[in-house]
């Protein structure tokens, strides 16, 4: 069975992520599934009393229990909610928001140490693809730069950038590749993200080294997610 997660990025609000949660939470209770995961906005995060296997996590926060770090959350804030899941190196944080890979890795030494589950994203630009499969590998080693690939409670998700949010799926013979080289260098389960959508999820989940799928704007309507759980559950 295929781990199913769903990043709301910079949408639904608190009320609707509250209606979201349940609405999966209702049909998990009746329907036996791998880890289904839920990043809500950092505003939306709340106590929601869940099955064992729906977790709620924090799209990100600062590595820090509190303190003056204007505009971030610390663990203090998730763990008012029992949050113990977080994504680190989404590539919109990378790309966009500018983070490092020093400031990641700083950042995953901290959760790690706490024991959270962390979602450790990785994924090569347009450009690094087109230059082959030996370029996207070794751009993504400079991913990997600090980071304990052993940790216990890691998933790592391969992302390519140029697949996210575009509509424009890797091909499964772009998928299989990476994820083959990967799982050479790490044991843990390892997610494909980008595009991922009802049409082709199952076929995803059920490529060589692939252990689920982190899914953006596919995931936002919760009657979408729960019919991608329901068709790869049996997987
Ligand atoms: O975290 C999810 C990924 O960025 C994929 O987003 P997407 O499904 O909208 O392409």
Redesign the pocket.
Known sequence: MPII?A?F?TNHTRSSTAKYVSLVNNYLKTNSTSDVYI?PTATSLDYFETVANLHIGAQNAYATQNGSFTGEIGTEQLDEFYIKTI?IG???RRHILGETQEMIAQKYQYFKALGYRIIY?VGEPLEIKESGLDATLQYMQTQFEGIDLSYENLVV?Y?PVW????GVTATNDDIVNVHQALKKQCSKPLLY?????LGNVESICQLDGVDGV??????WVAEDFIKIIENTKEL
């Open positions: 997660a990043n990025k990043f994504l989404h590539s919109e994203c998700a992302e697949a996210i949010g575009t993200g980008g595009s991922v959508k982190l899914i953006g704007t596919a995931s």
